[in-house]
């Protein structure tokens, strides 16, 4: 029987695969991680955009097991968190490891083997025992189409591929969408352009950001006394989890928080006009609540104007909405947000009888064991998958989450002995995701509003319908009977035919 290359390959090296490789090093397993581009960060690396900054405070948006007492703000901006993972991969000793401009198109799992080939852009094969996906459910921008879109004769880009050399000092300018990127942009781009016209499909709910700087004092108290440093972490983490519950049917939390957010909104906008425009008109946390200290004001602003009528056409020189009205703009910053809903990238999974992964899930809806592994698709496991999105606390804890299972997956794998593959039990998946979208049935989600939680067929497969801290304890360890262990059987090589004729 062949061996494949490596034990573990990672595609990916944002917060989820560098975390994946910093607890195999720890545990002493081969792995290689891929990387398409030539550096590690992931989405913050890709997204450059004026005011780009995470809306999770910076002391719980990072490792747990690599902690940074010097984040300059209590909402770090994109350099300084796109540094704090390079400055991990240093820390981890992770660059050998790492395979920079190599994207994996393709991965096919041999059942004779019990392993999995990966084929790059340029040919290149690698074989591993267990693949990671850690390719992240916000790389694929929702590009809108309208007519007349090829005959716009300014410049119209995604906020996710920004286009750093256009100045857009004195231009007249729109932003369609009102999304987290958005009200990050808006207020960061409205006093050096001529004119700002904001499209809005679906207002918004905005809470106080509250941020302000971190005081040289406080970084040296939490690089001396990481028991403060951890003590704020946990404030910070469980502050979150309780707003979570007015996303999970309490009405006492959801009620106080659509005060706070509206009480946020009347103390910035003081025209009645624009206040209505403003004011979202769907339960709160049913789409992504906001949090911004400057975005209503830069509403406000007299050179920015908010407009709620939906774009119809596009021309060489103008935004036409539904109403016939022509809006000038010199450029064009598309901020729609990313497809999460409906898993479509550029990688080929193929598992088990010639099962292709993103057809079935496009078809059907993503969905997977604790958004972790597929049945049909044995040693694949995949992080910040199906069901594991967030509404109210950071993304890396649930991260963490997932390595925990994974690390305990892997022992279960060595446990099977050279050879083996793990498959999850078919029926083990369905009553797990039956459980999930009861769950989400009597959450906010499910309040009626539309939002890109929501695939095509109105699913909601990305957010998971508890709290963290519930997935935290489901994730500790994994659950052998919900696995089959199939051992690899290799095709016999054909003997000659020596009896005589």
């Known amino acids: 029987m062949s061996t494949p290359s490596v034990d573990v390959a990672i ?162 300018v729109a932003v369609v969408g009102t999304g987290a990127s958005a009200i990050q942009i808006i207020p960061a781009i409205a006093p050096r352009v001529g004119h700002l016209t904001v499209f809005q499909r679906t207002a918004p709910y905005v809470t106080p950001r509250l941020d302000r700087p971190v005081s040289p004092f406080t970084q040296r108290l939490f690089r001396h006394v990481p028991a403060l440093r951890q003590l704020y972490r946990s404030f910070i983490y469980w502050t979150n989890e309780l707003r979570g519950l007015s ?54 602003r007299p050179n920015v104007e908010l407009v709620t009528d939906v774009i119809t056409e596009l021309t060489p020189t103008a935004i036409v909405d539904k109403t016939g009205t022509e809006h000038p703009v010199d450029a064009i910053i598309v901020s729609t947000g ?48 199906p069901n594991t999105g967030l509404g109210h606390n950071s993304i890396v804890h649930m991260i963490e989450s997932q390595l925990n299972y994974v690390m305990g997956y892997l022992d279960l794998l060595d446990r099977a002995g050279q050879g083996a593959f793990l498959d999850v ?16 049935s009597t959450t906010v989600w499910a309040s009626g509003c539309q939002s890109w939680y929501l695939n095509k067929q109105g699913r909601n497969t990305t957010i998971w319908p508890d709290l963290t801290a519930a997935y935290r304890k489901a994730t500790r360890r994994v659950n052998a009977s919900d696995y089959e262990v199939i051992q690899a059987q290799p095709q016999a090589t054909a003997q000659p035919n020596l009896q005589p004729q």
């Open 11 to 172: 595609i990916g090296a944002g917060f989820a695969g560098l975390g994946a490789a910093i607890r195999l090093r720890q545990r002493g397993t081969s792995f290689v991680v891929f990387e398409r581009a030539s550096e590690v960060g992931g989405t913050w690396r890709d997204n450059v955009y004026p005011g780009c900054a995470c809306d999770v405070p910076s002391h719980l948006y990072s490792f747990s097991f690599a902690p940074n007492p010097h984040w300059s703000r209590v909402y770090s901006t994109q350099p300084e968190i796109l540094a704090y993972l390079k400055k991990t991969v240093g820390q981890f000793d992770l660059t050998p490891y790492i395979r920079y401009n190599t994207e994996i198109v393709r991965t096919t799992f041999s059942e004779e083997d019990g392993y999995w080939t990966l084929t790059d852009r340029a040919g290149h094969t690698t074989t591993a025992r267990v693949v990671i996906g850690a390719i992240g459910p916000l790389n694929r921008p929702s590009l809108p189409v309208w007519p007349g879109m090829d005959t716009f004769a300014g410049r119209l880009f995604h906020s996710a591929s920004w286009d750093s050399s256009y100045d857009l000092t004195g231009k007249r």
């Open 338 to 385: 990313f497809v999460a809903a409906d898993i479509i990238c550029d990688l080929h999974v193929t598992g088990r009888r010639g099962r292709v992964l993103f057809d079935e899930w496009l078809t059907n809806g993503a969905e997977a064991h604790y958004g972790l592994t597929v049945s049909g698709y044995p040693n694949l496991l995949f992080l910040v998958g």
């Open 425 to 440: 039990k078919p029926d083990a998946q369905e009553t797990y995701n039956q459980g999930i979208q009861q769950k989400l």
């Open 247 to 300: 996303f999970l049917g309490n009405d006492t939390f959801n009620a106080f928080g659509t005060k706070q957010a509206l009480r946020h909104l009347e103390s910035a906008i003081q025209d009645p006009a624009l206040r209505r425009k403003a004011t979202p008109a769907y339960k709160l946390g049913c789409k992504r609540v906001l949090v911004s200290d400057d975005y209503y004001p830069a509403l406000a």
